[in-house]
Structures are given as C-alpha cells and as structure tokens.
C-alpha cells in the first residue's frame, strides 16, 4: 500500500507524525486576493540571474515572476511588489515572506497602504505583513518545487 511505501521510503518522517512533532495545519484565506505569498529562488543565481515571485494564497495564480541580478535587495523586492500591485491596481489583504532583510520596505509599503486605503485601524495594519520560515511559505514554496520538478532547476 501507499502507507507501507512511505514507511519504506521516509521512515524518520512517519516517527516524527507519529511522535507529534509534524503536524498538519489548516491553511484558510477569505479569497482571490486576500493573501500574496513572495519568496525568491536562487537556482540560477551562479548564471547571474536571481528570480523573485508573487503567487495568490488561494488561487496560486502566479501574479508576477522577476528576473534580475538580485532577489535580496530590499528595493527591488519594493519595486516588484509596486509593480505588481500597480498592474492589479490593487494591493492583498495580507503579505506573506520568509523573514529576511530584502522585505523590510516591502512590509512597510503593505502596512502603510493598508493604513491609508484598506483597513479600518491601525491595529488592523499590523497584520498586513507575516513572516513564516521559508517551509511555511508553502504557498510560494510549492510554484518553485513545480519549477523544480517540470524543469530541472
């Protein structure tokens, strides 16, 4: 069976579902546009060409893939999350990264349009922005894993 497999093939990971350590969290966004989840991918960063990404939470509906010299410089990452929210003409709910140095102007730009345009507090805003370790980004995660497997990177 499917079961036996897995206990052939990972049995450190069955011990730790076991054991509790693992566990399976819901994942719940209100809808299209609610939650965009951006992580970069440094495959081809040896060639010289970094990529940053954009999906949507519930639809996975990539909204923007950038090509340039580098995904860790907070301005670009600014910059593509401008552009993205320019050519939607909106800006989500929530944002959603790994926790590091390239999204600070990013988190403050979301924090700051939420403030001024789409939330009815300022305790509202503090949630425009969450940092999950990349694992958890599952969202954008899982585009570069399909990346990954279709083409080799």
């Not at 990972?10 to 730790?16: H, M």
């Not at 970094?50 to 580098?70: Q, T």
């Not at 050519?87 to 403030?115: D, K």
């Amino acid at each position: 069976t499917v079961a036996q497999l897995i206990c052939e093939i990972d049995p450190v990971g069955i011990d730790l579902c076991k054991c509790g350590k693992l566990k399976c969290q819901m994942f719940w966004c209100a809808g299209p546009n609610n939650v965009w989840s951006s992580d970069g991918h440094d495959k081809l960063k040896p060639f010289g060409i970094a990529i940053y990404g954009f999906i949507d939470a519930r639809s996975r509906k990539v909204l923007r893939l950038d090509a340039g010299p580098s995904n860790n410089d907070p301005r670009c990452i600014a910059y593509h999350y401008l552009q993205t929210a320019l050519e939607l003409g909106s800006i989500p709910q929530q944002t959603c990264t790994a926790h590091g140095s390239e999204t600070g102007i990013m988190e403050a730009y979301q924090m700051a349009f939420l403030l001024l345009y789409g939330s009815d507090t300022r305790e509202q805003s503090q949630h425009a922005h969450i940092f999950k370790t990349s694992p958890k980004n599952q969202k954008i995660e899982s585009l570069w894993s399909l990346v990954r497997k279709r083409r080799g990177l």
